[in-house]
Nanobody, 121 residues
Framework: EVQLVESGGGLVQAGGSLRLSCAVSGFTLRDYAIAWFRQAPGKEREGVACIRKTDGKTHYADSMKGRFSISNDNAKDTVFLQMNSLKPEDTAVYYC??????????????WGKGTLVTVAS
């Protein structure tokens, strides 16, 4: 059974940091592109960061560049999202996802249930 389980969300003050984790099971992490998405209330789900399976390169949404960092530990089947300099507009449910083809939101094959991040001003 494929599972992606996010953790590490919570309440943080603006300017603070959080580290999200995504523990995966039921598939081989290195065989998939792994990404983080987020969805704020009333908004569409948007991409945050991704690790491509072809070359391991990372990609970030423009508003996250320099503040967020995605990484993975294949030995532990875990993906991380380090978030620094958090802003109130970063408040959202953050989802971990795996895609055989790539990093597009419509092309992801497996999704976690999400973890809520709330950034207080």
């Amino acid at each position: 059974e494929v599972q992606l389980v996010e953790s590490g969300g919570g309440l943080v003050q603006a300017g603070g940091s959080l580290r999200l984790s995504c523990a995966v099971s039921g598939f081989t992490l290195r065989d998939y592109a792994i990404a983080w998405f987020r969805q704020a209330p009333g908004k569409e789900r948007e991409g945050v960061a991704c690790i491509r399976k072809t070359d391991g390169k990372t990609h970030y949404a423009d508003s996250m560049k320099g503040r967020f960092s995605i990484s993975n530990d294949n030995a532990k089947d875990t993906v991380f999202l380090q978030m620094n300099s958090l802003k109130p507009e970063d408040t959202a449910v953050y989802y971990c996802a795996a895609g055989w083809v790539g990093c597009q939101v419509d092309g992801m094959d497996y999704w976690g249930k999400g973890t809520l991040v709330t950034v207080a001003s």
